[in-house]
């Protein structure tokens, strides 16, 4: 059964934008901490964001860039993705923090092309 379900990636050009949406179910939406993360090219996955209710992280990488937000009517979790750069371009997945406590989806490919 999957339970992360993650969507919303493509190509973009640098400066542009993307929304990224991560489908849960509702358990799973009141329960855990949240966030999105990325694998870049070659390197190791990385947190992006995490939210829980009011309180949100990022990535010193994209503060200012990505907004994280949560849709309890809808169980989803969103990453707004503002002026983005080539070096961006990645696969984004979402799960639990920091504990991973789900399996990895395929996640979403983010291509930033400059």
């Known amino acids: 059964q999957v339970q992360l379900v993650e969507s919303g990636g493509g190509l973009v050009q640098s400066g542009g934008s993307l929304r990224l949406s991560c489908t849960v179910s509702?358990?799973?939406?009141?329960?855990?901490?949240l966030g999105w993360y990325r694998q870049l090219p070659g390197k190791q996955r990385e947190l992006v964001a995490n939210f829980r209710g009011m309180y949100k992280e990022y990535a010193d990488s994209v503060k200012g860039r990505f907004t994280i937000f949560g849709d309890q009517a809808k169980f989803t979790v969103d990453l707004q993705m503002d002026n983005l750069k080539p070096e961006d371009t990645a696969v984004y997945y979402c799960?639990?923090?920091?504990?991973?406590?789900?399996?990895w989806g395929q996640g979403t490919q983010v291509t930033v092309s400059s």
């Open positions: 509702r358990s799973i939406f009141n329960s855990y901490n």
């Open positions: 799960n639990s923090h920091p504990t991973i406590a789900f399996p």
